[in-house]
């Protein structure tokens, strides 16, 4: 089964035929909502919204240990996470869709392992790759069926949020090679690591970042609203040729 976690601009999954919703309980607490569990394309999904179904939980305090537990136990062998990004790079302009291939992580605060002390002994997952790589081959292979311009790889910079950055904060994620920012790629990617569940992500970038671009003097939400409205639906075929590839 494969799992999805939408981010914003998709807290619903509207090709997935829904046959159950279950609230799950874990031992890290409460995940951001009900699991949905479905159908596309005949391949069977499990849907959960980052920001709960009513895009309420911001980025620093989502559960992703809960989030990520859920969909393990629910039965997942593959997550995509679906994320909105800011483009740091001036060839990620608002639109692009991106298969990222490396992570920075300037989060902080945030419960990122399942390995937390207790009785059991101390694991380092190993991260050179965070992002599984036949999981992103898939995914690029299912863009080309489905005739998607995708970017293959660029680094993602996990930022702490909710705030947006500063543009000097954004020239230093580009001197450090980021080429996009977003908020909740972490740990999302490290926690699916350590579950030992391939992970993957669709980002869609839905401004340009701060000081660059048309957010040269300031990055306008109604704008990254637009073109999630807009470039959602180049997901949903992606979302589409991918799982119809699985069966
Ligand atoms: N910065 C951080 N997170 C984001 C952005 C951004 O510019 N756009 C969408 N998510």
Same mark, same amino acid.
């Given at each position: 089964?494969?799992?999805?976690?939408?981010?914003?601009?998709?807290?619903?999954?509207?090709?997935?035929?829904?046959?159950?919703?279950?609230?799950?309980?874990?031992?890290?607490?409460?995940?951001?909502?009900?699991?949905?569990?479905?159908?596309?394309?005949?391949?069977?999904?499990?849907?959960?919204?980052?920001?709960?179904?009513?895009? =309420?939980? $911001?980025?620093?305090?989502?559960?992703?240990?809960?989030? #990520?537990? +859920?969909? %393990?136990?629910? /039965?997942? @062998?593959?997550?995509?996470?679906?994320?909105?990004?800011?483009?740091?790079?001036?060839?990620?302009?608002?639109?692009?869709?991106?298969?990222?291939?490396?992570?920075?992580?300037?989060?902080?605060?945030?419960?990122?392992?399942?390995?937390?002390?207790?009785?059991?002994?101390?694991?380092?997952?190993?991260? =050179?790759? $965070?992002?599984?790589?036949?999981?992103?081959?898939?995914? #690029?292979? +299912?863009? %080309?069926?489905? /005739?998607? @311009?995708?970017?293959?790889?660029?680094?993602?910079?996990?930022?702490?949020?909710?705030?947006?950055?500063?543009?000097?904060?954004?020239?230093?994620?580009?001197?450090?090679?980021?080429?996009?920012?977003?908020?909740?790629?972490?740990?999302?990617?490290?926690?699916?690591?350590?579950?030992?569940?391939?992970?993957?992500?669709?980002?869609?970038?839905?401004?340009?970042?701060?000081?660059?671009?048309?957010?040269?003097?300031?990055?306008?939400?109604?704008?990254?609203?637009?073109?999630?409205?807009?470039?959602?639906?180049?997901?949903?075929?992606?979302?589409?040729?991918?799982?119809?590839?699985?069966?």
């Amino acid at each position: 089964m494969i799992a999805i976690i939408g981010g914003s601009g998709l807290s619903q999954l509207s090709n997935l035929d829904i046959t159950r919703r279950e609230v799950v309980r874990t031992p890290y607490g409460e995940p951001s909502g009900a699991l949905q569990f479905g159908h596309l394309c005949d391949q069977r999904t499990v849907f959960i919204a980052r920001h709960g179904y009513g895009h =309420t939980i $911001p980025p620093h305090a989502v559960n992703y240990r809960a989030n #990520l537990w +859920a969909l %393990k136990q629910a /039965g997942a @062998e593959a997550i995509i996470s679906v994320a909105s990004v800011g483009g740091i790079a001036e060839h990620l302009g608002p639109g692009t869709v991106l298969i990222p291939d490396q992570i920075i992580d300037y989060t902080w605060g945030r419960k990122a392992t399942f390995f937390d002390g207790g009785d059991s002994p101390v694991v380092h997952v190993d991260f =050179t790759e $965070p992002y599984n790589p036949e999981l992103r081959q898939r995914l #690029l292979a +299912a863009a %080309k069926r489905s /005739g998607e @311009e995708v970017v293959d790889g660029g680094t993602y910079a996990a930022t702490q949020g909710p705030r947006l950055e500063s543009a000097a904060e954004v020239n230093r994620l580009e001197r450090d090679g980021a080429h996009v920012v977003g908020m909740t790629g972490m740990p999302e990617a490290v926690l699916a690591r350590e579950l030992e569940t391939p992970y993957a992500a669709i980002l869609l970038v839905s401004n340009h970042a701060a000081g660059r671009g048309l957010s040269a003097h300031g990055i306008q939400m109604e704008a990254i609203e637009v073109t999630l409205k807009q470039a959602m639906g180049r997901v949903h075929r992606l979302l589409q040729s991918f799982c119809s590839s699985c069966t």
